[in-house]
């Protein structure tokens, strides 16, 4: 994942550590996903998600005047700024060693930390975003209103600029030369700041929701949280089904949730010994082998999803249909595939290097100093054994796909003729079995 060599390994588990064999698993998660998919069939036969976003539960009247207070999101702004000074701190002032956080704090606190916060509190990195909160600042000074900036934005534009810089990301992640040195890191993070402000200044604050990679992620693993917001904007306490199911097609929603999915499958790859030799034995710089198997692992997960959904077009409509508006109708059945395999790959690197990463935040600049009090913390290891790492991985990967295949099956009943809905969704669950095949091999199989 990075240079730092307490950053390389993602997890403890491996094939030995598994409760059964790598194909005995395999044959289970598939079987697993026809089951429940014939139980569906029979059992689940008109839609019940809400699509709408309209239902829930509203929360303690006291817990929504907190949230929804004006000093309580000033407070949440203010965070996120101290939290980014101090990061900056160790970007622009500390040593280029292993000993200083910056890395771990964007690669895993950040990165990985984001999913397991947003799935609890929802799209939390909106509220702390300081990029948003500089914005924001900048044009209360001047006295314009935030959501309105020099031009309109494209209608059409959607979520296609988050799913390029998505991109961006995880290629510096995975890919990029010295990504753990600090030129590095301060290089992409200079260029996300001035296409993000520079973005707001141009299109107003939606500038934020459309083109910023760690909101679009945070909101869309957010929609899984048990808390979010009805459609007149009271604060719920919600089925998590009915939240992802209230995820609404929009242009680049496929691109980012394909990139999301794609990208922790090539991770899986990368660490693979097979891959390990060939990038060695190729004669190719390491940066354009990794370039190209990004690439090709990202248009390989799409290419068969864009395949299923328009094979259920077709089946399902019982006609030659338009399969142009299905992959976005079933992109939210992707999102818990993709927050399933961001659990199962990076949970040991976040419980160990996550507190390796806030034991050095407390001396950012290496002067000696503890400032937080977390100096010479030693990582616990109690929650990360080999063989409870491998059986939460098994766990979350194929609840992921339990949950897009129901997921997939409530949407098509609601999309699809009856008659035809069950015959349609089968490419789907071919999609979710070959998912889940190669999830378990790419994690086990090195």
């Given at each position: 994942m990075t240079g730092a060599p307490a950053l390389l390994a993602h997890g403890v588990g491996g094939r030995q550590d598994l409760p059964i064999t790598l194909p005995q698993l395999v044959l289970a998660a598939a079987l697993t996903l026809v089951v429940t998919f014939l139980a569906?069939?029979?059992?689940?036969?008109?839609?019940?998600?809400?699509?709408?976003?309209?239902?829930?539960?509203?929360?303690?009247?006291?817990?929504?005047?907190?949230?929804?207070?004006?000093?309580?999101?000033w407070g949440l702004r203010g965070l996120g700024l101290l939290a980014a000074g101090w990061f900056c701190l160790g970007l622009l002032g500390g040593p280029d060693t292993p000993d200083n956080p910056t890395a771990g704090t964007f690669y895993v606190l950040l990165w990985v930390g984001l999913v397991p916060v947003s799935l609890l509190l929802g799209p939390v990195w909106r509220a702390v975003n300081p990029l948003?909160?500089?914005?924001?600042?900048?044009?209360?000074?001047?006295?314009?209103?935030?959501?309105?900036?020099?031009?309109?934005?494209?209608?059409?534009?959607?979520?296609?600029?988050?799913?390029v810089a998505l991109f961006g990301f995880v290629w510096l992640e995975l890919v990029?030369?010295?990504?753990?040195?600090?030129?590095?890191?301060?290089?992409?993070?200079?260029?996300?700041?001035?296409?993000?402000?520079?973005?707001?200044?141009?299109?107003?604050?939606?500038?934020?929701?459309?083109?910023?990679?760690?909101e679009v992620y945070s909101a869309l693993v957010g929609h899984l949280a048990p808390v979010g917001r009805a459609a007149d904007g009271v604060l719920v306490w919600r089925n998590p089904l009915d939240g992802i199911a209230g995820l609404r097609p929009r242009p680049g929603l496929v691109a980012v949730v394909i990139v999301l999915l794609g990208s922790t499958m090539f991770d899986s790859l990368s660490n693979a010994p097979a891959w390990l030799r060939f990038i060695q034995e190729n004669g190719l710089p390491p940066v354009v082998t990794g370039s190209a198997g990004l690439t090709l692992v990202i248009a390989a997960v799409a290419a068969a999803y864009l395949a299923a959904t328009g094979a259920a077009?077709?089946?399902?409509?019982?006609g030659p249909g338009d399969a142009r508006g299905l992959p976005g109708e079933l992109a939210h059945s992707i999102v818990p595939i993709a927050a399933g395999y961001l659990v199962a790959h990076y949970y040991s690197l976040l419980i160990l290097e996550g507190q390796r990463t806030v034991a050095l935040l407390s001396d950012p600049l290496d002067t000696g100093a503890n400032r937080l009090g977390t100096a010479g913390w030693e990582p616990h290891t109690g929650l990360v054994t080999p063989s409870g790492v491998a059986t939460l991985q098994i766990t979350v990967i194929i609840l992921g796909h339990l949950l897009g295949t129901l997921l997939a099956h409530d949407r098509a009943l609601y999309l699809f003729p009856r008659a035809r809905a069950v015959a349609g969704q089968l490419p789907l669950l071919a999609l979710m079995v070959a998912y889940t095949v190669a999830g378990l091999l790419l994690l086990y199989a090195g």
């Amino acid at each position: 994942m990075t240079g730092a060599p307490a950053l390389l390994a993602h997890g403890v588990g491996g094939r030995q550590d598994l409760p059964i064999t790598l194909p005995q698993l395999v044959l289970a998660a598939a079987l697993t996903l026809v089951v429940t998919f014939l139980a569906l069939g029979l059992l689940w036969r008109e839609p019940r998600l809400d699509r709408d976003a309209t239902g829930g539960r509203p929360v303690p009247e006291p817990l929504a005047r907190l949230v929804d207070a004006p000093a309580f999101r000033w407070g949440l702004r203010g965070l996120g700024l101290l939290a980014a000074g101090w990061f900056c701190l160790g970007l622009l002032g500390g040593p280029d060693t292993p000993d200083n956080p910056t890395a771990g704090t964007f690669y895993v606190l950040l990165w990985v930390g984001l999913v397991p916060v947003s799935l609890l509190l929802g799209p939390v990195w909106r509220a702390v975003n300081p990029l948003r909160t500089v914005h924001l600042l900048a044009v209360l000074v001047v006295r314009r209103d935030p959501e309105r900036g020099l031009r309109e934005l494209p209608a059409g534009l959607g979520l296609w600029p988050a799913a390029v810089a998505l991109f961006g990301f995880v290629w510096l992640e995975l890919v990029a030369p010295d990504r753990a040195t600090l030129p590095v890191i301060t290089a992409w993070l200079a260029g996300y700041a001035v296409v993000m402000l520079a973005g707001a200044a141009l299109f107003g604050a939606g500038w934020f929701d459309r083109a910023d990679p760690f909101e679009v992620y945070s909101a869309l693993v957010g929609h899984l949280a048990p808390v979010g917001r009805a459609a007149d904007g009271v604060l719920v306490w919600r089925n998590p089904l009915d939240g992802i199911a209230g995820l609404r097609p929009r242009p680049g929603l496929v691109a980012v949730v394909i990139v999301l999915l794609g990208s922790t499958m090539f991770d899986s790859l990368s660490n693979a010994p097979a891959w390990l030799r060939f990038i060695q034995e190729n004669g190719l710089p390491p940066v354009v082998t990794g370039s190209a198997g990004l690439t090709l692992v990202i248009a390989a997960v799409a290419a068969a999803y864009l395949a299923a959904t328009g094979a259920a077009t077709r089946i399902g409509r019982a006609g030659p249909g338009d399969a142009r508006g299905l992959p976005g109708e079933l992109a939210h059945s992707i999102v818990p595939i993709a927050a399933g395999y961001l659990v199962a790959h990076y949970y040991s690197l976040l419980i160990l290097e996550g507190q390796r990463t806030v034991a050095l935040l407390s001396d950012p600049l290496d002067t000696g100093a503890n400032r937080l009090g977390t100096a010479g913390w030693e990582p616990h290891t109690g929650l990360v054994t080999p063989s409870g790492v491998a059986t939460l991985q098994i766990t979350v990967i194929i609840l992921g796909h339990l949950l897009g295949t129901l997921l997939a099956h409530d949407r098509a009943l609601y999309l699809f003729p009856r008659a035809r809905a069950v015959a349609g969704q089968l490419p789907l669950l071919a999609l979710m079995v070959a998912y889940t095949v190669a999830g378990l091999l790419l994690l086990y199989a090195g």
